[in-house]
């Protein structure tokens, strides 16, 4: 591929969300700053192979995108747009990129904004914040990518329209908005988390942007446990991250891994994180799921798995946090306690709606219908869950189990 292009897309995967944050930190103009960014990327395919990369990428992206911004807002005819056309004329120049990571905070706390529809808070930074796109933030939250879509421009539109402050909320503000800035942090890690045995690049890397984000949001809000719950859960699996594959690639669960290969510099990382957020005396999703994670950790140490621990924690989760992935985990764990026809129960109350096209649904349910003596009809769950999988190593794990010769 010609190394213009390659550049112009490595920004673009590794510092959309960070010029999008930076952009529109000033204007208060979401869908206009990346419609702005895109001119820039397509002015940058046109003029780098001609003229060469520049040695700040980043920063040429940035200067391109703000001019296209500057004359938009310059032709505008309409009164109501000459506050913002003034203030966006006076942007100072010397802004860096180094400087964006607060300025990505901020605009995540805006997409939190009470005015915006709460549904839609999460997918919208998912998108502005770390450019994923909308069929992959519907897969993620159970929607269609159409339907994720337009929720998306509407939210847009609000954001336009309302003028909403791009400033970290007050600390009476912030309890109201930081849940669904954490849910925004782990959904991306766990697009990364996915992503691990694909082949682009700039999914894979989502999961160690999402840790970067998950440590800042830590550093700024010391005192909120369920920030230090959610760094803790990313870096126990990222302790894991060695031994999700073996030398060929092949996807490994977490029942066969190598223990060995866990790094125990994150896992005390994340056990001490995990202590410290329960001396706040407030337990919540991510401090629970994180515990869940801690539970696994032990197997090496104590050379089982304490299931008890995790039917507690499960059903704890599912209780309080219910979720189509809590109350999936929580079935998972009720069969391997031995206890089959209730995960069957809780598969079978599930909405059809949200099920259908969830992977993980259909291996759970696969492994439910093998523990209750169906083999035929666990075989044909793991095949629709095969055809459901995006993965090719995961893919080929699947069917082993479905044809272990």
Known sequence: MDPAR????????GSYGRLVALLAA??????????????????????????GIPANPDAWLLTAARNRMRNAYRHR????????????????????PQAIPDERLKLMFVCAHPAIEAG???????????????????STFLVSPATMGQRLVRAKAKIKEAGLRFDIPSPADMPGRLAEVLDAVYAAYGVGWDGHHGGDAGIRDLAQEAVFLGRLLV??????????????LMLYCEARREARSDGEGRFIPLERQDARLWSRDLIIEAEALLIAASGFGRFGRYQCEAAIQSVHVQRPITGRTDHHALLTLYRLLAERHPSIGALLGYAAVLVEAGRAAEAMALLDALPADDIRTHQPYWVTLA???????LPEAASASL???????????VRAFLRTLLDPR
């Open 120 to 138: 839609i808070r999460t997918p919208l930074m998912l998108q502005t914040i770390l450019g994923l796109d909308a069929a992959r933030i519907g």
């Open 367 to 373: 492994r439910t219908q093998d523990a209750l003596g």
């Open 6 to 13: 390659l550049a112009a897309e490595r920004v673009a995967r």
């Open 219 to 232: 550093a700024l809000l010391p005192d909120e446990p369920e920030a230090k719950g959610l760094l803790a």
């Open 77 to 96: 005819t309409i009164t109501v747009a000459a506050e913002p056309d003034l203030a966006l004329l006076h942007l100072p120049d010397g802004d860096e």
């Open 383 to 393: 095949e629709t869950a095969i055809g459901l999988t995006g993965s090719d190593a």
């Open 26 to 51: 000033r204007s208060r103009d979401i869908a206009s700053a990346e419609d702005a960014l895109a001119d820039a990327l397509v002015a940058a395919l046109r003029t780098w192979p001609e003229r």
